[in-house]
Each structure stands twice: as structure tokens, then as C-alpha cells.
């Protein structure tokens, strides 16, 4: 019994319906291993779009990008970090800070944001020419180690304590000198700048020195209030020059230390203070028998009056009226005479602690 047309008609339609199925199997197979093989051929081919700190390297194979990454990275980062304070400057070399470039694992990075996606994506990127848009960032080490100790130097040159305005006397009077503003090195933001510079993160190679100024306690403005008084002894001239508030007050006559027990030279301060005063004789061989005793005020006593200490033993008193003439001379035996009345104003006007200065 034979098959009808029907039937055969219907088992070619099926026999090419297979053989459809089984070309358009193969198609698509024959197009996927195309795909696997251009993306593999394709493996280590940066994406077009893609850079290595600014660099781009789109279109490389990974060594020649790695070798081009070396050449251009390295050579922008092979002069030295210049830091620098004013005139002061200091180098700070890429050799000597061990500074090293990563360029293997930054163009790994590239490779491996070139293969980011389906591998039907890259095809597609790869074959209508798309692009993708990503810099990698500088991977690069160094010496911390280097940088704190170029910080340190810097500090130590930098940095400054505040200074006081203040007085300086002279024979010739008093001259007020300006205070001057502390300077400290910010050691972080120093160290911060060093290392962005270095890695070429900075625009510059130079960096500027980062300080913090500290104003002094004292400034100039402040110094007529605190020298309500100020005593200026003029051997030479054989006077005392009183000052308040730093302005030249009164002047008066005075006597010396004579040769051998000479009024002590320099700056001192007024220790004590004492109305009447005795006499507490030093224990020096020129006092003779009165040496390491107290003669008590009264007409035995040469200290009259008042009496003004500055120097251990020496001081500023007054004198007997019919010692006057020694005024003027090198006369005692190491401290100022004054007469009396002078003595007087001067004692009324001086706080303990009075700075005086014997020229």
C-alpha cells in the first residue's frame, strides 16, 4: 500500500524544516565562536576612550601601552620637589624619596575596564567603534619616611618663636624695638604637598612652605605701659635719666663708683627699697674695721635719706650736704649718689622692680 501525496508532502516540508533548524543552528554557532574568537584575539586590546593618569592608551595592546605608560609617567616625575620659604628653598629627589611608578598594575586596570560588559557588548563596542570614557588613576609608592624627614628639616629652619616687643637702652636713651610674629611649619599640610607634588598629583613641582604665624604676648603699643619707670645711669655723663612710660621724665647729677670699685656696668633691676636706710657695711677690706657691720642711721651713716638697691650691696642713695662737691666725680665705692632732695623724688617715683640700666 502506497503513501498518498499528502503524506510525502508533508515529510519533505518536515525533512527541510530540520534542515533550516539545523543551518540556522549552526549560524548562530559559527556566530558565537566568531564572537569568542574576536573577543579573545581582542584580550589584552585597550578600549578606545581609556587613559592611564591623562595618558591615553586606547587602541594599544597591553605592552606597547605599558611601555608608552613607563616612558611618558616616568619622565614627568624625574625632576626634583623644590619646597621653598622665602629665599630658603630645599630638594627633595624622586630617587631619593624611592619613588617607584606602577605602570603594570595601572595598565592592567585599563585592560581590565576594556573588558568590562558582555562579550556581545565588546563585540559590538569593538566593531562600530565605541569608546570607553575612564582614566586610571597613577598608582605610585614612595618613601613616607623621605618626606618626614625633609618636613623636619624645613621645621627646623622655619620655624620660630614669637619675640616680645622691647626696650633697648643705650647711653643715649631708650629705643623701642618691634615684637616679631612666631612662625610653625603645619607639618601635615606640608607633608601633603610634598607627596601631591611628587606623584605629580600638583600642578607644580615647587611647593610653598605652609605656616601658622603666632602673634608675641607683647607689641610695640604695649611698652610705655609696662615701663611705668625706667632708671638710665650715665657714668661718662655722671647723671641719671628717669623715665615714665618710656618718655624721658627728669634728669639728675649724680657720683660713681671711683677706679677699683666701679658702679656695675649692665642691666639690673631695683631689689628693695628702704626710707632712712642703715648701713650694712660690706665685708671688703676697704671698710676697714666697720667691715660686715651695721652703722644705724644717723650722722655715722653716709646713706641718706633713701636707698635704692640694684646690685646686691650697691645702690642709689643720697649723701650728706657736705659730700655735694663729690657729685659729678668718680667718687664711691660702687654705688650712685644723689642729693638729697633728688634722691627723694626719684624714691617716690620708683616701683621695685624698675629696670635700670647703667651705662
Excluded at 569568542?36 to 593618569?53: K, S, T, W
Excluded at 586610571?136 to 614669637?162: E, F, N, Q, W
Aim: net charge positive; with cysteine; hydrophobic share 45%.
Amino acid at each position: 500500500m502506497s503513501a498518498s501525496p499528502l503524506t510525502s508532502s508533508a515529510v519533505l516540508a518536515s525533512r527541510r524544516a530540520r534542515i533550516a533548524a539545523a543551518l540556522a543552528c549552526a549560524a548562530v554557532l559559527l556566530l558565537v565562536a566568531g564572537m569568542f574568537l574576536y573577543d579573545h584575539a581582542r584580550r589584552d586590546l585597550i578600549a578606545n576612550g581609556v587613559r592611564v593618569d591623562g595618558v591615553p592608551v586606547g587602541g594599544m595592546r597591553e605592552s606597547a601601552a605599558l611601555v608608552k605608560v613607563r616612558r611618558q609617567l616616568a619622565g614627568s616625575l624625574i625632576r626634583p620637589v623644590t619646597v621653598r620659604s622665602g629665599s630658603a628653598t630645599w630638594t627633595l629627589a624622586p630617587r631619593a624619596a624611592d619613588l617607584r611608578i606602577d605602570a603594570r598594575a595601572m595598565v592592567a586596570r585599563a585592560v581590565s575596564a576594556s573588558r568590562e560588559g558582555s562579550i556581545f557588548s565588546r563585540t559590538v563596542r569593538g566593531l562600530f567603534g565605541g569608546s570607553v570614557k575612564r582614566n586610571i588613576p597613577l598608582v605610585v609608592s614612595y618613601s613616607h619616611a623621605a618626606i618626614g624627614a625633609l618636613t623636619a628639616r624645613v621645621r627646623s629652619s622655619v620655624d620660630r618663636p614669637p619675640r616680645d616687643a622691647m626696650v633697648q637702652p643705650s647711653a643715649t636713651g631708650l629705643t623701642e624695638l618691634p615684637g616679631r610674629d612666631g612662625l610653625r611649619v603645619d607639618g601635615s599640610r606640608l607633608r601633603a604637598r610634598i607627596a601631591r607634588a611628587l606623584t605629580g598629583a600638583a600642578p607644580s613641582r615647587t611647593v610653598s612652605v605652609p605656616v601658622l604665624r603666632r602673634k608675641p604676648a607683647v607689641a610695640i603699643g604695649q611698652l610705655a605701659a609696662k615701663y611705668p619707670a625706667y632708671i638710665m645711669i650715665d657714668r661718662a655723663d655722671f647723671r641719671v635719666r628717669f623715665y615714665q612710660h618710656l618718655k624721658l621724665a627728669d634728669t639728675y647729677e649724680i657720683a660713681v663708683g671711683m677706679e677699683g670699685l666701679e658702679t656695675p656696668a649692665g642691666l639690673h633691676r631695683i631689689e628693695w627699697k628702704q626710707v632712712d636706710p642703715p648701713w650694712y657695711v660690706p665685708n671688703k677690706a676697704w671698710a676697714g674695721a666697720l667691715a660686715g657691720t651695721v652703722v644705724p642711721p644717723g650722722p655715722e651713716d653716709p646713706l641718706k635719706a633713701r636707698f635704692m638697691s640694684f646690685e646686691g650691696g650697691a645702690g642709689i642713695h643720697g649723701i650728706d650736704p657736705s659730700e655735694y662737691e663729690t657729685i659729678g666725680h668718680d667718687a664711691s665705692h660702687g654705688c650712685v649718689r644723689m642729693r638729697i632732695p633728688d634722691v627723694i623724688s626719684l624714691y617716690s617715683r620708683t616701683p621695685i622692680g624698675t629696670p635700670v640700666y647703667i651705662a
